[in-house]
């Protein structure tokens, strides 16, 4: 085995490409990225559906550091943001230090030389600090339904788009309506002969304000950056104001919910169409949903929203509970992400030989969603609690980069041979985090993807994100162990 490195990251995008252009520019050259595909960018790379877009404004969603000057719209599309992220990675020098088509297995912690020892599909290699900038969104989640495998005509998730099947003038059914749902299914049902929706559960499905910037603004926000700074400035203050209504006082979501009502009613005249695609539970206790052509796609003739819940699928079709199959010719699943198994199917062992899997059996929890007690040195982007329901996640992923970047400088300039959050600074954490959760409105009542099947809400940050910004703004070197080198 070669001589460890002092970093290793797992996964190049958003949040691996940013961990690395800020160690770099804190003068740690000898860092790895390791990234399982051919190419950066994470969710924005794998996700290339039609209609693929962002719901956070274009000048939100990019790093503090790295202004874009040229977004094309108010809300950026998929092949933009994969565009950026790929730019950012070549401009600020972190693509000679990316291994690709480079999969992690595994990774364990030996606590004699403070190193950790992490198994790939191309070797084993070595390192001082480990940083996993996996997502949450980065494992697709099929649903368990008989005869899945049994289809005879082609079938695939939303994440795995199959780009070589021609949808036009075919019958096709969409398993889920959720956030990748409603911007692909009005592509889709304008080149279909037949389509049937199969929803679940009815999302709320707001107006999204999207248009193309015009010449002159592009111009504008070009030559004039503290016009892009303001933009960003205000979009940041209007979007925090949401979390409100999502981490103190759900109530507001009253009037919101109304507007929703009637904005429903307008644009769907069909009395059944529009029961059908009513929520049947409080407004933000699962993620809000923008768009501004999902239900005038549901109201086309050609379209069928099946609430029945699905039994089964054959070779020819799907099947209903109550006995109708609908003969179809492709199968898309829109059905999400496992966004609660934060590094499956790696295996990472701590301390003691202690298992990831095992302490976060009843649910996954670390401080502050960064570090986790018993794995020293382990550090995770995008981790635990740190999702968010009203606001962009760079901002919060800019956080937990400033925060493991402070820690990874403190190892180095004391000479460290790891560090490890004391176990009672991460219960006192996550006791915190529970107890405020229970004043969210994700503690409505409803089964959404946020939380595990036992209920744990794991995901979500139950405040505002200049809070997590402040509780993450440097390392306190009483939360932790240390072991000299």
Same mark, same amino acid.
């Given at each position: 085995?070669?001589?460890?490195?002092?970093?290793?990251?797992?996964?190049?995008?958003?949040?691996?490409?940013?961990?690395?252009?800020?160690?770099?520019?804190?003068?740690?050259?000898?860092?790895?990225?390791?990234?399982?595909?051919?190419?950066?960018?994470?969710?924005?790379?794998?996700?290339?559906?039609?209609?693929?877009?962002?719901?956070?404004?274009?000048?939100?969603?990019?790093?503090?550091?790295?202004?874009?000057?040229?977004?094309?719209?108010?809300?950026?599309?998929?092949?933009?943001?994969?565009?950026?992220?790929?730019?950012?990675?070549?401009?600020?020098?972190?693509?000679?230090?990316?291994?690709?088509?480079?999969?992690?297995?595994?990774?364990?912690?030996?606590?004699?030389?403070?190193?950790?020892?992490?198994?790939? !599909? #191309?070797? %084993?290699?070595?390192?001082?600090?480990?940083?996993? $900038?996996?997502?949450? *969104? =980065? &494992?697709?989640? /099929?649903?368990?339904?008989?005869?899945?495998?049994?289809?005879?005509?082609?079938?695939?998730?939303?994440?795995?788009?199959?780009?070589?099947?021609?949808?036009?003038?075919?019958?096709?059914?969409?398993?889920?309506?959720?956030?990748?749902?409603?911007?692909?299914?009005?592509?889709?049902?304008?080149?279909?002969?037949?389509?049937?929706?199969?929803?679940?559960?009815?999302?709320?499905?707001?107006?999204?304000?999207?248009?193309?910037? !015009? #010449?002159? %603004?592009?111009?504008?926000?070009?030559?004039?950056? $503290?016009?892009?700074? *303001? =933009? &960003?400035?205000? /979009?940041?203050?209007?979007?925090?104001?949401?979390?409100?209504?999502?981490?103190?006082?759900?109530?507001?979501?009253?009037?919101?919910?109304?507007?929703?009502?009637?904005?429903?009613?307008?644009?769907?005249?069909?009395?059944?169409?529009?029961?059908?695609?009513?929520?049947?539970?409080?407004?933000?206790?699962?993620?809000?949903?923008?768009?501004?052509?999902?239900?005038?796609?549901?109201?086309?003739?050609?379209?069928?929203?099946? !609430?029945?819940?699905?039994?089964?699928?054959?070779?020819?079709?799907?099947?209903?509970?109550?006995?109708?199959?609908?003969?179809?010719?492709?199968?898309?699943?829109?059905?999400?992400?496992?966004?609660?198994?934060?590094?499956?199917?790696?295996?990472?062992?701590?301390?003691?030989?202690?298992?990831?899997?095992?302490?976060?059996?009843?649910?996954?929890?670390?401080?502050?969603?960064?570090?986790?007690?018993?794995?020293?040195?382990?550090?995770?982007?995008?981790?635990?609690?740190?999702?968010?329901?009203?606001?962009?996640?760079?901002?919060?992923?800019?956080?937990?980069?400033?925060?493991?970047?402070?820690?990874?400088?403190?190892?180095?300039?004391?000479?460290?041979?790891?560090?490890?959050?004391?176990?009672?600074?991460?219960?006192?954490?996550?006791?915190?985090?529970?107890?405020?959760?229970?004043?969210?409105?994700?503690?409505?009542?409803?089964?959404?993807?946020?939380?595990?099947?036992?209920?744990?809400?794991?995901?979500?940050?139950?405040?505002?994100?200049?809070?997590?910004?402040?509780?993450?703004?440097?390392?306190?070197?009483?939360?932790?162990?240390?072991?000299?080198?």
């Amino acid at each position: 085995m070669n001589s460890p490195h002092s970093v290793v990251i797992i996964g190049a995008g958003f949040a691996g490409v940013g961990m690395a252009i800020r160690l770099k520019q804190a003068g740690v050259r000898d860092l790895v990225v390791l990234e399982k595909a051919l190419e950066v960018g994470g969710t924005w790379r794998d996700n290339t559906y039609p209609g693929a877009a962002c719901d956070v404004p274009s000048h939100l969603y990019s790093y503090s550091f790295a202004p874009k000057t040229d977004w094309s719209r108010r809300y950026p599309v998929q092949e933009e943001i994969l565009g950026y992220v790929r730019d950012c990675a070549e401009r600020y020098g972190v693509t000679p230090h990316i291994r690709f088509g480079t999969e992690v297995r595994g990774a364990a912690f030996e606590e004699e030389t403070g190193l950790w020892r992490i198994r790939t !599909t #191309a070797g %084993e290699l070595a390192s001082r600090v480990l940083i996993s $900038a996996c997502g949450q *969104l =980065s &494992r697709p989640a /099929t649903p368990r339904i008989d005869g899945r495998d049994s289809f005879a005509g082609t079938s695939f998730h939303s994440a795995h788009w199959d780009h070589d099947c021609d949808l036009t003038g075919k019958r096709v059914a969409v398993v889920g309506t959720g956030a990748s749902a409603i911007q692909f299914v009005p592509p889709v049902a304008e080149v279909a002969e037949q389509l049937h929706v199969f929803q679940r559960s009815a999302p709320y499905v707001l107006d999204k304000p999207d248009r193309p910037y !015009t #010449a002159w %603004e592009k111009l504008a926000l070009r030559r004039v950056p $503290a016009l892009r700074t *303001l =933009s &960003r400035a205000k /979009t940041y203050v209007r979007l925090e104001s949401r979390a409100l209504a999502f981490v103190r006082y759900p109530r507001l979501f009253q009037q919101p919910a109304k507007a929703f009502r009637r904005r429903l009613a307008g644009q769907v005249a069909d009395p059944g169409l529009r029961r059908a695609l009513l929520p049947d539970y409080p407004m933000g206790c699962k993620r809000i949903l923008l768009s501004g052509d999902y239900y005038p796609a549901l109201a086309r003739s050609s379209v069928e929203l099946v !609430t029945d819940p699905i039994e089964r699928i054959t070779p020819a079709g799907v099947v209903t509970r109550d006995g109708t199959e609908r003969r179809v010719d492709v199968i898309i699943y829109g059905t999400g992400f496992q966004a609660g198994d934060f590094l499956a199917p790696m295996r990472i062992t701590g301390r003691g030989g202690q298992d990831l899997d095992a302490a976060w059996r009843d649910g996954a929890e670390a401080y502050l969603g960064i570090t986790v007690s018993g794995f020293p040195n382990l550090f995770l982007l995008y981790g635990p609690n740190t999702n968010l329901s009203h606001s962009s996640i760079i901002y919060m992923l800019e956080s937990q980069i400033r925060y493991i970047r402070r820690c990874v400088e403190a190892i180095r300039r004391h000479r460290l041979s790891w560090i490890d959050v004391r176990p009672g600074v991460q219960r006192a954490f996550n006791r915190d985090v529970r107890r405020r959760m229970r004043a969210t409105v994700w503690e409505a009542g409803c089964t959404s993807w946020y939380r595990t099947a036992d209920g744990k809400q794991v995901t979500n940050w139950p405040g505002f994100t200049f809070a997590y910004r402040h509780a993450t703004r440097r390392p306190d070197p009483h939360d932790f162990l240390a072991r000299k080198a």
